[in-house]
């Protein structure tokens, strides 16, 4: 069965960093794209950023210059380096991944459990 599972969240000082780290197990071959998203309380779930096999990063404009996404893909890991944190950064962070080729099948988009990042002011 595939996993998503995302480490490195906690609670951080405006102004800090935080990395977050996804790991996908399963049997996989291939994953065609990895990406954050997060999501406030009382808030929809947003794209923070998203990189596909051999592309460049797409991100949210509000945290662009200062969140960097970066995946290794022999190891089938995604990463989010987020500096110059702000409260309003304060939210659950899921990792998620699309277009996955395994042992078992194909599948379309995998999320993980979430891990949550507070920024204090």
């Known amino acids: 069965q595939v996993q998503l599972v995302e480490s490195g969240g906690g609670l951080v000082q405006a102004g800090g960093s935080l990395r977050l780290s996804c790991v996908a197990s399963?049997?996989?071959?291939?994953?065609?794209?990895m990406g954050w998203y997060r999501q406030a309380p009382g808030k929809q779930r947003e794209l923070v950023a998203a990189i596909a096999s051999g592309g460049s990063p797409n991100y949210a404009y509000s945290v662009k210059g200062r969140f960097t996404i970066s995946r290794d893909n022999a190891k089938n890991t995604v990463y989010l380096q987020m500096n110059s944190l702000k409260p309003e950064d304060t939210a659950v962070y899921y990792c998620n991944a699309e277009g996955l080729v395994t042992v078992t099948g194909t599948y379309v988009e995998v999320w993980g459990q979430g891990t949550l990042v507070t920024v204090s002011s």
């Open positions: 399963g049997g996989i071959f291939s994953i065609n794209a």
